[in-house]
């Protein structure tokens, strides 16, 4: 069956850097592109970045362009979120999730999340 | 920026039927949109009910289902049960690649 398991995910200083790692099994992950989203303690859901299935195409929310960096590594079955200069508005929990398919595609599996906390 | 509009609220008596909808606060709603809906419990991750407007994700009972009314999507839950109780998102796809996520509807059943 489809996993995901994020981690990387703990506490950092304003203005700091973080790496996400998700793992992902169960399922062909080079023929699937992937989301990052997050979700701010008592909040909603906010779609994040999106990789397609080689990693070609790249897209990323306003809030978070240019302090994130999506990727993907095919043969390790990994997705990586490197995010820099955080803000304390970035703490929130961090899930990746599947796409459908291969291009654009709404998420049909999710992680369980990974709890990002910026505070001084 | 696009806003994706969902009801903040909304309750259900057990046995009922609800319709939650899902909007663009500027322009319709259409298939093209990719709509989608998530359900999520207070601690959970979400989990996919449907997608790509009326598809039902693996193992997701036919008590939910998913259309475009006018011009908004629409997730409409029939025979409700006492733990369908759970905050429902929509998300759209809105060009570019980019995807917005509605804010949420609060669903009671009561």
């Known amino acids: 069956q489809v996993q995901l398991v994020e981690s990387g995910g703990g506490v950092v200083q304003p203005g700091g850097s973080l790496r996400l790692s998700c793992e992902a099994s169960?399922?062909?992950?080079?023929?699937?592109?992937m989301h990052w989203v997050r979700q701010a303690p008592g909040k909603g859901l906010e779609w994040v970045t999106f990789?397609?299935?080689?990693?070609?195409?790249?897209y990323y929310a306003d809030s978070m362009r240019g302090r994130v960096a999506i990727s993907k590594d095919n043969s390790k079955t990994m997705l990586y979120l490197q995010m820099s200069r955080l803000r304390v508005e970035d703490t929130a929990v961090y899930y990746c999730?599947?796409?459908?398919?291969?291009?654009?595609?709404?998420?049909?599996?999710w992680g369980q999340g990974t709890l990002v906390t910026v505070s001084s | 920026q696009t806003v994706v509009t969902q009801e903040p609220s909304f309750s259900v008596s057990p046995g009922g039927t609800v319709t939650l909808t899902c909007a663009l606060r500027?322009?319709?709603?259409?298939?093209?949109?990719?709509p989608s809906w998530y359900r999520q419990t207070p601690g959970q991750a979400p989990r996919t009910l449907i997608y790509?407007?009326?598809t039902r994700s693996f193992g997701v009972p036919d008590r939910f289902s998913g259309s475009v009314l006018g011009n908004k999507a629409a997730l409409t839950i029939t025979g409700a049960q006492a733990d369908d109780e759970s905050d429902y998102y929509c998300?759209?796809?809105?060009?570019?690649?980019?995807?917005?996520f509605g804010g949420g509807t609060r669903l009671t059943v009561l």
């Open positions: 999730g599947r796409g459908i398919g291969a291009g654009n595609s709404p998420i049909d599996h």
């Open positions: 169960g399922f062909t992950f080079s023929g699937y592109a």
């Open positions: 990789i397609w299935y080689d990693g070609g195409n790249k």
């Open positions: 500027s322009g319709s709603v259409s298939p093209s949109h990719y």
């Open positions: 790509n407007t009326n």
């Open positions: 998300v759209l796809y809105v060009g570019s690649g980019i995807w917005v």
